[in-house]
C-alpha cells in the first residue's frame, strides 16, 4: 500500500500517524487520543470497490472471536454477491488482519464487527464514543471526519481522514488520562448520490454485556 497524501501531515494534536499495521498501538502513550495508519489503497482496488452496486456491499453487526472473522467476511461477501476477484480476497484479509491485530492490541477476547453501507447522514452530529475504544476504516467514499472540542461546540477545523486509512480512537471509557476533547462524526453525505463503505470494529470483554 502507498503512503496516504498531504492531508495526513497536518493531523490534529494527539493523534498519532503512523506507517504499519502494529504502529496503531501507538493509541496506548500518554496523550494520544487516537491514531491513524497512513495508507492510501490501491488504485486497482479502489476502482474495484467503487464500481460495485450498493447492493454488493457487504453489510453486518456480528460479535466473534477474532479467528472467526475471517469465514465470517468470506460468507457476508457470499451473500452480498461479490465475485471471486484478487480485489475481493484482499478485502477480506485486510479485515482479518486489522481485527486480529486490533483485538491483541485491545487484549480483547470478542470484537464486535459492523460493515455499513452508508448514503444518508448517519451519526452526522461530534461525539465522543461512549466505548473503551474503537477502530473505524472507511474503503468507500468520504473518511470520518474529527476534531477538538473543548467547549461542547463543534470543532474550529475539521480534518478528514483518507478513505483507506484506519483510525483507532479512544471512548469515554478508556481508563487512563483526561478526555482530550477529540470527537468524530460520519462526513454529512445525504443527497450526494455517494455510498460509503465503513468497518467498525469495538473491543468486547465481557461476552454477556453484548446483550
Known amino acids: 500500500m502507498k503512503l496516504a497524501p498531504a492531508e495526513l501531515r497536518n493531523a490534529s494534536v ?9 504502529g496503531l498501538a501507538k493509541i496506548e502513550m500518554p496523550g494520544c ?10 488504485s486497482e482496488f479502489q476502482a474495484w470497490v467503487d464500481a460495485l452496486d450498493p447492493s454488493q456491499l457487504p ?10 472473522i475471517p469465514s465470517a467476511i468470506k460468507h457476508l ?11 475481493r480476497r484482499w478485502f477480506e484479509s485486510d479485515i482479518s488482519d486489522m481485527a486480529a491485530q486490533f483485538a491483541k492490541m485491545m487484549r480483547a477476547p470478542y470484537l464486535r464487527l459492523r460493515l455499513d453501507a452508508i448514503n444518508t447522514n448517519a451519526c452526522r452530529k ?13 474503503y468507500r467514499g ?6 477538538i472540542s473543548t467547549d461542547g461546540k ?18 469515554t471509557h478508556w481508563p487512563q488520562d483526561p478526555p482530550a476533547g477529540l470527537v468524530h462524526r460520519s462526513p454529512p453525505i445525504a443527497g450526494t448520490g455517494e ?17
Open 14 to 22: 494527539g493523534v498519532g500517524v503512523v506507517d504499519t499495521l502494529d
Open 33 to 42: 487520543a487516537a491514531t491513524i495508519w497512513r495508507r492510501q489503497l490501491s
Open 59 to 68: 453489510t453486518a453487526r456480528l460479535v466473534l472471536r477474532p479467528g472467526a
Open 77 to 87: 461477501c457470499d451473500i452480498a454477491g461479490m465475485e471471486d476477484t484478487a480485489e
Open 126 to 138: 461530534f461525539h465522543i464514543d461512549a466505548i473503551y475504544a474503537r477502530l473505524i476504516c472507511t
Open 142 to 147: 468520504t473518511g470520518t471526519q474529527y476534531g
Open 154 to 171: 463543534d470543532p474550529k477545523r475539521v480534518f478528514t481522514v483518507p478513505t483507506g486509512a484506519p483510525m483507532v480512537m479512544r471512548g
Open 195 to 211: 455510498t460509503r463503505l465503513v468497518l467498525v470494529l469495538d473491543p468486547v470483554f465481557d461476552i454477556e454485556e453484548t446483550d
